[in-house]
């Protein structure tokens, strides 16, 4: 059997206030669930994967580095100080940057916690989509995230 356009249904039109998805936790999520087709059962399968997934964390995440850093244009933004980075010693210039420099190694440690938790949260619970939401925000930059993650 072929599929073709005119051979799928005719997915149902759903409305979202784009003010209430901006602003209100609850509604990003309910909107996100619904985008993604995210179910419990979703959930349930990323928390089966984790331990295959745990120890592939650390590599993936060295060489998402290592492609970011072949290139000046996505190396440049690492020269500038996080403001979640506590350290004085970070590259100032890109001769400098590599995987050992101190807040480096702090954002490869954010960016690994993040991923484990993709895998070993509770996707029913407000703390999960809570904790994403103020990874997202810390993430673009968001002027409403004021606090670290962990």
């Not at 356009?5 to 309910?30: C, G, M, N, W």
């Not at 954002?107 to 619970?125: M, N, P, Q």
């Amino acid at each position: 059997m072929t599929v073709t356009a005119s051979t799928l249904p005719e997915p149902q039109f759903k409305h979202y206030d784009r003010d209430l998805i901006r602003d209100d936790l609850e509604q990003r999520v309910t909107f996100a669930r619904d985008f993604l087709r995210f179910t419990e059962d979703d959930g349930k399968l990323l928390n089966s994967v984790a331990p295959l997934i745990s120890p592939l964390i650390k590599p993936t995440v060295d060489g998402v580095y290592t492609q970011l850093f072949r290139f000046d244009v996505t190396s440049r933004p690492f020269l500038k100080k996080n403001a979640d980075y506590e350290g004085n010693e970070h590259a100032v210039d890109l001769s400098q940057l590599n995987h050992d420099d101190p807040q480096i190694s702090h954002r490869k440690k954010i960016l690994s916690v993040y991923v484990g938790k993709l895998f070993t949260s509770d996707f029913e619970a407000h703390s999960t989509w809570a904790y994403f939401d103020k990874w997202r925000s810390s993430s673009a930059g968001s002027s409403t995230s004021s606090s670290r993650l962990s």
